[in-house]
């Protein structure tokens, strides 16, 4: 079985910084792509960024020149850099791997259980 996890969230004032992680662990498999989504109560959930196994990245507006995505291809880990955080930033962020299983054949989506971002005004 393949598990994602994120960490990294918490409280931050704005203007300041946070860094988030999240690991796809297990055997048998390899990464698409991965990335964050967030949703903030009442709102969708909506693309924040991906980074593809090809290194081709993708943001949403508000999160260009603020955030950045990278990977670790040896850890199956991608981190979200934030800075310059907004209070409009306050939501919950989730990891999302696109994965390859080898011995389905398949591709699978699988999410991470989400992480709490607050920024304060």
């Known amino acids: 079985q393949v598990q994602v996890v994120e960490s990294g969230g918490g409280l931050v004032q704005a203007g300041g910084s946070l860094r988030l992680s999240c690991a796809a662990s297990?055997?048998?498999?390899?990464?698409?792509?991965m990335g964050w989504h967030r949703q903030a109560p009442g709102n969708q959930r909506e693309l924040v960024a991906l980074i593809t196994s090809t290194d081709s990245t993708n943001y949403a507006d508000s999160a260009k020149g603020r955030f950045t995505i990278s990977r670790d291809n040896a850890k199956n880990t991608v981190y979200l850099q934030m800075n310059s955080l907004k209070p409009e930033d306050t939501a919950v962020y989730y990891c999302?791997?696109?994965?390859?299983?080898?011995?389905?054949?398949?591709?699978?989506?699988?999410w991470g259980q989400g992480t709490q971002v607050t920024v304060s005004s």
């Open positions: 297990g055997s048998g498999f390899s990464i698409n792509a």
């Open positions: 999302n791997a696109d994965i390859r299983s080898i011995s389905m054949r398949a591709n699978f989506r699988y």
